[in-house]
């Protein structure tokens, strides 16, 4: 929540729904190199097939927010993301740069900075095998 002044002198405050920034950190997070996908888990899957029925109830086409949760409180804005890697990459710095794309991603769609960007590597895929 952000406040803004309106012409007249009254305050207005703007409200950006968890879901919202779930998505752009989603958005951002596939897009980094090393990324195979976003993995929901059992927890995030529960939370996502509520919201995405909402949605569809009230006609709108829900944006992928599989594996990212976000939580908006008094200390700021947090976001998990459970996602799965390339073997080909190291996975502590993917996972780094997951989440300096997600924090700019999020700073920059939403105007609010994240205090924490949490990454869970659920899985690494090994193409061609282990020998």
Request: glycine content about 10%.
């Amino acid at each position: 929540m952000t406040p803004e002044h309106a012409p007249a002198g009254q305050l207005t405050e703007t409200v950006i729904s968890p879901p919202v920034i779930a998505a752009v950190a989603a958005h951002a997070a596939a897009k980094v190199p090393g990324v195979v996908r976003l993995e929901p888990g059992l927890r995030g899957l529960a939370g996502s097939l509520t919201r995405i029925a909402r949605q569809r109830i009230k006609g709108l086409e829900p944006a992928p927010t599989e594996g990212v949760r976000a939580f908006v409180d008094q200390d700021g804005v947090r976001v998990e993301i459970d996602l799965s890697l390339s073997g080909l990459d190291q996975a502590a710095a993917t996972a780094t740069a997951v989440q300096r794309a997600v924090s700019r991603a999020v700073t920059e769609a939403t105007g609010l900075t994240p205090s924490a960007v949490s990454v869970s590597i659920l899985d690494i895929e090994i193409r061609g095998g282990l020998s």
